[in-house]
């Protein structure tokens, strides 16, 4: 069974820009959440979408957005890319979202450095 | 809302020993779970244990095991006949059943396995 599959590994963009970050779960999933990790921060909670509804969301400003699928793969878009959302992504996904006495399984994350 | 503390942000144990990782939590929930995850270089978070809230036992995985004192908010991680192989980065992290996938992570413990 493939894992998490995060696309891109790497990205470089410019302040004032935008990016779209996918992630594909694992077969069968249907919950797939979002986290921020930055050296300053740690890991912060983003978002989780659970069969194409955002379910949960943490404190982030509107600029990040996400959505899902009908084959549960996400995507997470920041718009209006500032110096400060340079971190690496990492997404995990899950059968029914961590409700149960289930795991969730990361992939290896998205590094976005912004300049 | 819940917060996670590691005080150890470095840690280093030889090859065979054992070595023992701290974490405390706060939270007024009573239905939680807690977790140890691992952060190798390639960045994937892989779990390492997890303990529900409910059992008084504490869980095993081989050689990792968990002290978990519920009154006293504690929950922390023994690395019996450590390996170079658990050189990485460990996150103690909670999750209120209530939000499902909404982990909350402590700032990590970077750990070296030495020769």
């Known amino acids: 069974k493939a894992g998490v599959t995060q696309t891109p590994r790497y990205l470089i963009k410019t302040r004032g820009q935008q990016v779209t970050l996918s992630c594909s779960p694992i077969?069968?999933?249907?919950?797939v959440s979002w986290y921020q990790q930055t050296p300053g921060q740690g890991l912060q909670f983003l978002f989780e979408?659970?069969?194409?509804?955002?379910?949960n969301k943490g404190n982030f400003p509107g600029r990040f957005s996400g959505r899902q699928f009908s084959n549960s793969r996400s995507e997470m878009n920041v718009s209006t890319l500032e110096l400060g959302d340079s971190a690496l992504y990492l997404c995990?996904?899950?059968?029914?979202?961590?409700?149960?006495?289930?795991?969730?399984?990361f992939g290896s994350g998205t590094q976005l450095s912004v300049l | 809302a819940q917060t996670v503390t590691q005080s150890q942000p470095e840690m280093s144990v030889q090859e065979a020993e054992t070595v023992t990782l701290s974490c405390t939590y706060d939270?007024?929930?009573?239905?939680?779970?807690l977790f140890w995850y691992k952060q190798p270089p390639s960045r994937q978070m892989i779990l390492v244990i997890r303990?529900?809230?409910?059992?008084?036992q504490n869980a095993t995985e081989n050689r990792f095991s968990v002290n978990f004192q519920k009154a006293a908010k504690s929950f922390s991680l023994k690395i019996s006949d450590s390996q170079l192989g658990d050189t990485a980065m460990y996150f103690c992290?909670?999750?209120?059943?209530?939000?499902?996938?909404?982990?909350?992570f402590g700032t990590g413990t970077r750990l070296q396995v030495t020769l």
């Open positions: 077969s069968g999933h249907r919950s």
């Open positions: 992290a909670f999750l209120n059943t209530g939000t499902a996938s909404k982990l909350t």
């Open positions: 939270t007024s929930e009573n239905n939680y779970y």
């Open positions: 303990q529900e809230a409910y059992k008084q």
């Open positions: 979408y659970f069969s194409e509804t955002q379910r």
């Open positions: 995990a996904s899950s059968f029914a979202g961590g409700r149960t006495n289930e795991k969730l399984f």
